[in-house]
């Protein structure tokens, strides 16, 4: 049974950093792609990176070069380090376990979700 559990949300000052990990189980996900979403209340969740099979990544407009996605094959886990974090950067993160090598196409299975809560 595939699960994933993210961790490293928190309550930080803007500026500051957190690094959220999704550690994934169930099996070898080294081929997939992963994502990080993130949803606020009332909003639609909406993508802020991937990192494909193939290592390529992609980050939404909002938070390019601030956060890094990366990955750890021999974990099952993806990273999301954000840094100089915004206000506008608060909402509950997830990762999503996709398909594709070049490219991320949404899956079915999520994680829980973690807060991450930016105050001005």
């Known amino acids: 049974q595939v699960q994933l559990v993210e961790s490293g949300g928190g309550l930080v000052q803007a500026g500051e950093s957190l690094r959220l990990s999704c550690v994934a189980s169930?099996?070898?996900?080294?081929?997939?792609?992963m994502g990080w979403y993130r949803q606020d209340p009332g909003k639609q969740r909406e993508l802020v990176a991937f990192?494909?099979?193939?290592?390529?990544?992609y980050y939404v407009d909002s938070v390019k070069g601030r956060f890094t996605i990366s990955r750890d094959n021999a974990r099952n886990t993806v990273y999301l380090q954000m840094n100089s974090l915004k206000p506008e950067d608060t909402a509950v993160y997830y990762c999503?376990?996709?398909?594709?090598?070049?490219?991320?196409?949404?899956?079915?299975?999520w994680g829980q979700g973690t807060q991450v809560t930016v105050s001005s």
């Open positions: 999503n376990l996709g398909t594709g090598w070049i490219s991320h196409v949404k899956g079915d299975y």
């Open positions: 169930g099996g070898d996900f080294s081929i997939n792609s």
């Open positions: 990192i494909a099979g193939s290592g390529g990544t």
